[in-house]
């Protein structure tokens, strides 16, 4: 049991998780002038993509029958910026054939590198090593916030907007 005093942190949107999806929402939503606070189990974002090692940026571009077709880019927004910051970090291929499609294999140290970049500029708070237990409610209707075991001990972060990511 952990006998240490809880803290407390307040803000606009509480971000948990830093995998592709959270690393999205939490640049988009600070970018947006929210103050936004990302929190992560691990010492790095990616989920999937880095920790889980899944090697490859799929998705991006059409599927075809066509053997003599060019990778034609169907998805952007802040996919298409991720992908150009960790291109241009040297940690992505071009689009390699993928069944009907293309893919682009990454290298998940400088994708982990490239999310803190743009959460760094956006100017998110992240605290990693920081896993949700719990969530703080208002009734049964309201969700205030997340309840989080850190390395500096328990932690309650409370914000208008909870995002499970
Ligand atoms: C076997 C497999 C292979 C795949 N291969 C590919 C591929 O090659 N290319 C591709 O584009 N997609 C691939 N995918 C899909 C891709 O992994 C997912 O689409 C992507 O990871 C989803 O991102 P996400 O942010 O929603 O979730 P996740 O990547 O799962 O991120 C969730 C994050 O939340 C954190 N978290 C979880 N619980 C807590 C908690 N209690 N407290 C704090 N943090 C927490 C996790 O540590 C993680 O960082 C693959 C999926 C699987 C299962």
Same mark, same amino acid.
């Given at each position: 049991m952990d006998v240490r005093s809880r803290s407390r942190i307040d803000t606009d949107i509480v971000v948990t998780g830093g995998g592709a999806a959270g690393v999205a929402v939490a640049v988009t939503a600070a970018r947006a002038g929210l103050r936004v606070t990302l929190v992560e189990?691990? /010492?790095?974002? /990616? +989920? +999937? &993509?880095? &920790?889980?090692?899944? +090697?490859t940026v799929c998705g991006l571009y059409e599927a075809t029958d066509s053997r003599a077709a060019q990778p034609r880019q169907v998805v952007f927004g802040f996919a298409d910026e991720f992908v150009r910051a960790l291109d241009a970090r040297g940690g992505l291929t071009g689009p390699l054939p993928y069944g009907k499609t293309w893919t682009r294999v990454h290298d998940p140290i400088i994708w982990r590198e490239t999310a803190d970049g743009l959460l760094r500029d956006a100017g998110v708070e992240v605290i990693y090593? &920081? *896993?949700? *237990?719990g969530v703080l409610c $208002? +009734? $049964? $209707?309201?969700i205030e916030g997340v309840m989080l075991w850190t390395k500096q001990g328990p932690l309650d972060v409370r914000a208008a907007v909870t995002i499970d990511a």
């Open positions: 189990r691990y /010492g790095f974002c /990616g +989920g +999937g &993509a880095v &920790a889980g090692l899944s +090697g090593h &920081a *896993t949700v *237990t $208002e +009734g $049964e $209707e309201r």
